[in-house]
């Protein structure tokens, strides 16, 4: 009679490590052993475990102004409850949703990030109070913790073995903490450690299987970002070859993670290539670029349909899905457009696409008046929104009733955001359509604008100037037309 091959059974542990009947090492509110390999850990039936891991009931008292006790209890309530969701964005996101939440007791670093984040989160939408002192004091328990977190974050690299997932979920943190300060080139090196340390990982297949994927997912999405935003940067994350497009989108993560690796692929081709025949040797364009690109055209052309087959089948679905498909149709709408002419040193190729320049205003319209804006939190270099489409719709469409209505979509951000980045972009969007429309205003057709008087680039330097309330800004044009030399007109900007 054959007899069964035994197993230990574990009376004690997380439900996925008793089902998989290996031994857990009972970390709150989630194990190691389930987060190191990938795996969601399910939590622990026992009550007395269910009491240990509850919050005790006056860390669940809801924030007020007193913010002088029972600080540190409140701050983790409070992240899973709100600043989570706000950074997430448009989009269902289990990086911030459960794997940052789960990882809080797991590392100290993480868990004075986390209260750092809380801290500015607070201090930066405390609107309902007269007095400065909440913000103030918010300010200097942000500052606190995110200078204990930098401490536990260097023993943790100085360690034999560091979790790549709570090395990555660290980096994570602290460069949204950067960004939101609006430390930017703080928040750049933590992006060029964060870079550099994922390929470490990647390169090591025992290290990669550790890493839990949403929080590599997250990183690529801050490289893209930070690429979008600073028109230098070349993507360090970008895939060296062309992916597949799969046949249809099945949901809205898929499609997410699609749409991100080709504008990562996009952004890798304007930045190493298409730029230095634009702005080197306009007019020279070799033949194997203009295959590229047209490869990105057609995907993208592609990806829009696929996007609207997958808005079709999820008529009835409200929230998240709704507005992460149209931050998508924008995207990928704008990456089509950006494809086409990024290789030409005429602006006016851009006139032909006045239509899918509406099309990207009238979305970002019902996603600015659906949905509260005002309860995000972000920056203009980790922007997943509509801050940085509409700033390409003021400044490529010529259109005066489009390019102005897209600007006013920009005011009603900034006088939410209330951020000194965003009014520095306002501005200078709003400098840029003033020097080419010449005081033609609403009424301006892309006909009345010569080439020659287009800006076909401006951007703001130094961003170590923003607390000193004034940048220099850049505005490149031809003044001479393609055939010759570029032209720079510089000015400030201050608040």
């Not at 034999?160 to 930017?184: D, G, K, Q, S, V």
Request: glycine share 4%; net charge positive.
């Amino acid at each position: 009679m054959l007899r069964r091959k035994f197993a230990p059974k574990h009376k004690t542990g997380c439900l996925t490590c008793r089902i998989r009947r290996v031994k857990c090492d009972e970390g709150k509110p989630a194990c190691l052993r389930c987060l190191n390999t990938g795996r969601r850990c399910d939590g622990y039936s026992s009550s007395a475990q269910a009491n240990e891991m509850a919050p005790r009931p006056e860390s669940a008292v809801a924030w007020d102004n007193d913010l002088t006790s029972r600080l540190d209890g409140r701050a983790f309530i409070f992240f899973v409850q709100s600043t989570a969701s706000r950074i997430a964005g448009h989009f269902r996101d289990d990086a911030w949703g459960h794997i940052v939440p789960q990882l809080v007791h797991a590392n100290p670093a993480i868990r004075h990030a986390v209260n750092a984040l809380v801290g500015l989160d607070r201090a930066f939408w405390n609107t309902a109070s007269t007095t400065e002192s909440p913000t103030q004091e918010m300010r200097a328990f942000s500052t606190k913790h995110y200078i204990h977190a930098l401490n536990h974050f260097r023993r943790l690299l100085s360690s034999p073995r560091p979790t790549p997932t709570i090395t990555m979920a660290c980096l994570l943190l602290f460069i949204h903490i950067e960004a939101l300060r609006e430390n930017f080139a703080s928040t750049i090196a933590h992006v060029k450690q964060m870079s550099l340390l994922l390929g470490i990982t990647t390169a090591q297949p025992q290290q990669c299987e550790r890493l839990e994927p949403t929080i590599r997912d997250a990183l690529t999405r801050i490289d893209i970002q930070a690429s979008a935003y600073m028109g230098s940067r070349v993507p360090e994350l970008a895939p060296q070859a062309f992916i597949p497009l799969p046949e249809t989108l099945m949901d809205v993560a898929l499609a997410r993670k699609i749409t991100n690796i080709w504008t990562s692929r996009l952004l890798l081709f304007l930045r190493s290539t298409a730029d230095h025949i634009k702005y080197c040797s306009p007019g020279n364009v070799p033949l194997e670029s203009i295959d590229e690109s047209a490869t990105f055209q057609e995907a993208f052309s592609r990806l829009e349909d696929m996007l609207a087959q997958l808005q079709a089948r999820l008529q009835s679905t409200a929230g998240f899905d709704v507005r992460g498909i149209f931050i998508l149709k924008i995207r990928v709408k704008l990456n089509r457009i950006l494809s086409l002419g990024c290789l030409y040193a005429e602006e006016s190729i851009y006139d032909a696409y006045l239509d899918d320049f509406r099309d990207i205003l009238r979305m970002c319209r019902f996603l600015g008046s659906t949905y509260v804006h005002e309860n995000m939190i972000t920056s203009v270099l980790l922007d997943e929104g509509i801050l940085q489409p509409l700033n390409h719709v003021a400044k490529l469409c010529r259109d005066g009733h489009t390019r102005h209505a897209a600007i006013a979509e920009l005011r009603k951000i900034s006088e939410q955001r209330n951020t000194h980045s965003v009014y520095v972009v306002l501005k200078m969007v709003e400098r840029c359509v003033a020097l080419e429309e010449d005081s033609l205003g609403e009424s301006s057709r892309c006909s009345d604008i010569p080439e020659w008087r287009r800006i076909h680039s401006c951007g703001f330097d130094g961003p170590q100037s923003l607390e000193l309330r004034h940048v220099r800004v850049i505005f490149k044009s031809l003044p001479n037309g393609a055939d010759g030399d570029w032209g720079s007109r510089e000015e400030t900007i201050s608040w």
